[in-house]
């Protein structure tokens, strides 16, 4: 069974850092490309940030070109999301996914809020 669970959120104030991990479980994490995504409220979801299986290539949002950072270590089978320079706008459920065949999964999403 695939399993995502996100961890590392919280509330931090603008201009901030956070980093998210995303502990993945249930399928083999080092053969399949992972995302971010994040839904504020009364918002569709996002996607923010792909890396493919190898870490070796990565896609960003323009929302959050050169403040994040997608990451993965396919040892500890974890991604993560080094999210820099964070604002008010940045307020929402981050959520890691993948698309696992023709099943598409995602966790059950950290809180990050950013206020002051």
């Known amino acids: 069974e695939v399993q995502l669970v996100e961890s590392g959120g919280g509330l931090v104030q603008p201009g901030g850092s956070l980093r998210l991990s995303c502990a993945a479980s249930g399928f083999t994490f080092g053969s399949f490309d992972m995302s971010w995504l994040r839904q504020a409220p009364g918002k569709e979801s996002e996607w923010l940030s792909t890396i493919n299986s190898a870490g070796g290539t990565t896609y960003y949002a323009d929302a959050v070109k050169g403040r994040f950072t997608i990451s993965r270590d396919n040892v500890q089978n974890t991604l993560y999301l080094q999210m820099n320079k964070l604002k008010p706008e940045d307020t929402a459920v981050y959520y890691c996914?993948?698309?696992?065949?023709?099943?598409?999964?995602r966790g059950q999403g950290t809180q990050v809020t950013v206020s002051s």
């Open positions: 996914a993948v698309e696992y065949y023709s099943d598409y999964f």
